[in-house]
């Protein structure tokens, strides 16, 4: 009971020390906020320390803390044993103070079950609102994928044939050929938890799509399984030269491609095959091609100029640091978000820019293609984030619900979901088709820098902080923690915890991280995540009856360690092969390795 109580420590503090100064009392605030501090959370100190800087009226509306804890009540959550002692003690006591700020600024979400136990409590907590509501986890997540829709899926059901005949080096059946070029196909049924078909209106499978599909289905053949006992091969890309200008490092999903944006406001893309990148014809040339002769012999590589060969192209137009990119699905453009505030959309055939998208105040720090392309999410220091289109100049959608800066911004694999992370300290899942946050997710202690989801059930999130903490939790019902894993080498103070990057492999068994201090770590989850894909009731699992969490060391699979390159990106490709990437810094302190 005493810990559950000791949630309410952190939202009473504050708005005590907010009233205390709205009636000019500095002197009290002062005296109230040095007798008090010591009892706060640790994570909740350094909040505490910046609603100090606030001791005027003036003061109160220009802080973002302030703004931040007056803008909706804060929740927390108790069982219905402790907020009866809680009422009884008021009353008893006398203090119509408590009791009307206990009325008027926090929402209490009250259950009716035995009280949690002090693990899984201080595991939820952290959050700069509190707990999530129950309004906020209320709704029905179409959380599963429709395999016929997934574009990264292996078709083994639908083109066997396929793979069978293009591995034995021949080509398809006529029949089948046909099917992949554009006949229409065999129309697909939504497959178990999946959101309907026509939930959202998504583009249709081009010939150059459904092609694609199959060289995925050709490679997920040889995808190797990776666990204990069955090592991992990894392979980095280091930028040199590029000391504290790199901002962002990403892979193509089917790993021809790297991109990495800088401070000093570009783009550079890589070619990592031994086919380099070329730039379209100009128009003279492509004006002399006859249409009606060379149809036949007309192929994209046909149009590209062989004179504008090279292994990098470099793309500048943003006008202040680039910090997120995205590549479309088709590799035929990519996006790239800033802090001018503007994500820009550029072609892969012409390394130009197409369209300049406007609409968030301030900086803009990531920005993420849809699985199915065509639609794209951003997320910005102006606490939104916003759904887009190639087709529009307008967003579709603008998410609004984070208390500060989104970090962070992830797409759903089946595409009816958008997840973002924020400096408040919780991921959001909000549902495309009406707007809506279904999930807050709680947690962590300090700001999220990154997301990702499980590729085959998209019921699991996994997301990482600037402490290098990460959680994984079970959207399928309420908000529940079913893993915390930890670096346990990070004891010092001194050093940058931060994760930087992470993925679940493409079966969805391993989780690898990258962090700042020049590691990668890797846990099998596999049997963790299998024990909860058995049952088929999630409200009997939720946090309320969980009593503890396992121990991540039990699930901690390998450490690899770079010599100076902060890990800024970990990407797995088709087989199974994990890429890593970032940039050699001068300086950097491997303390694992020293």
């Known amino acids: 009971m005493k810990i559950e109580l000791s949630s309410l420590l952190f939202p009473v503090f504050c708005y005590f020390y907010i009233e205390l100064v709205k009636n000019d009392n500095r002197e009290g605030a002062s005296t109230f906020f040095n007798r008090f501090i010591d009892s706060q959370f640790p994570f909740h100190v350094q909040d505490c320390k910046e609603l100090l800087t606030a001791q005027t009226k003036d003061q109160l509306k220009q802080s973002p803390i302030v703004r931040s804890l007056t803008s909706e009540k804060y929740a927390v959550t108790l069982s219905s044993e402790t907020n009866s002692y809680l009422l009884k003690q008021i009353n008893d006591s006398s203090v119509v103070n408590l009791m009307n700020l206990l009325k008027s600024k926090l929402n209490i979400n009250v259950y009716n079950a035995k009280i949690r136990s002090s693990e899984i409590i201080e595991a939820s907590l952290g959050s700069l609102g509190g707990d999530s509501t129950h309004s906020s986890q209320a709704a029905k997540v179409y959380y599963g994928i429709n395999k016929e829709l997934d574009p990264s899926f292996d078709d083994d059901e639908a083109e066997p044939e396929a793979v069978e005949a293009t591995e034995a080096g021949k080509k398809p059946r006529k029949k089948l050929r046909k099917e992949l070029a554009g006949s229409t196909p065999k129309k697909p049924k939504s497959t178990h938890l999946a959101p309907p078909l026509d939930r959202i ?273 079970d959207i399928s019902f309420s908000n529940q923690i079913i893993a915390m894993l930890k670096d346990e080498d990070l004891n010092e103070s001194n050093v940058c915890k931060s994760v930087f990057s992470i993925s679940f492999d493409r079966n969805g068994s391993v989780i690898v991280a990258g962090y700042a201090n020049c590691v990668i770590k890797l846990w099998d989850v596999s049997k963790l995540l299998a024990s909860f894909l058995d049952t088929d009731a999630p409200v009997l699992q939720s946090s309320l009856n969980q009593s503890s969490l396992p121990e991540s060391s039990s699930y901690f699979l390998n450490t690899y360690h770079t010599k100076a390159t902060p890990v800024k990106c970990v990407h797995f490709t088709r087989k199974n092969l994990l890429l890593v990437g970032g940039n050699y810094q001068v300086g950097s302190i491997n303390i694992i390795s020293q």
């Open 201 to 473: 209106p998504l583009p249709e499978l081009k010939g150059s799509d459904r092609m694609e599909r199959l060289e995925a289905s050709r490679d997920s053949v040889k995808r190797v399984k990776i666990g204990f006992n069955k090592p991992v091969c990894a392979y980095c890309y280091t930028l040199h030269n590029t000391t504290n200008t790199l901002t962002e490092m990403t892979i193509c999903d089917d790993s021809t491609l790297l991109a990495a944006s800088f401070e000093s406001s570009i783009v550079r893309i890589w070619s990592l095959t031994d086919q380099p990148l070329k730039e379209m014809k100009s128009y003279q040339e492509l004006s002399q091609i006859d249409l009606d002769d060379d149809a036949s012999a007309l192929t994209l590589d046909s149009l590209l100029d062989d004179k504008t060969a090279s292994d990098t192209k470099t793309m500048s137009g943003h006008r202040s640091a680039v910090y997120g990119n995205s590549f479309s699905p088709d590799k035929a453009s990519i996006l790239t978000a800033s802090a001018d505030a503007t994500v820009r959309l550029w072609s892969l055939y012409t390394y130009s820019n197409l369209v300049v998208f406007r609409g968030h105040i301030g900086p803009v720090w990531d920005v993420k293609f849809s699985s199915h392309g065509h639609y794209f999410a951003s997320a910005g220091e102006d606490k939104s984030v916003r759904l887009w289109t190639q087709e529009h100049i307008q967003p579709l959608r603008i998410f609004c619900g984070h208390l500060s800066a989104v970090e962070c911004v992830c797409y759903h694999p089946n595409s009816n979901y958008v997840l973002s992370g924020s400096t408040d300290r919780t991921v959001r899942l909000w549902d495309v088709l009406n707007g809506e946050c279904v999930r807050v997710l709680t947690g962590h202690k300090s700001p999220i820098t990154c997301i990702a989801v499980h590729p085959t059930t998209g019921r699991f999130i996994v997301s990482g902080d600037e402490d290098g903490l990460i959680l994984i939790h």
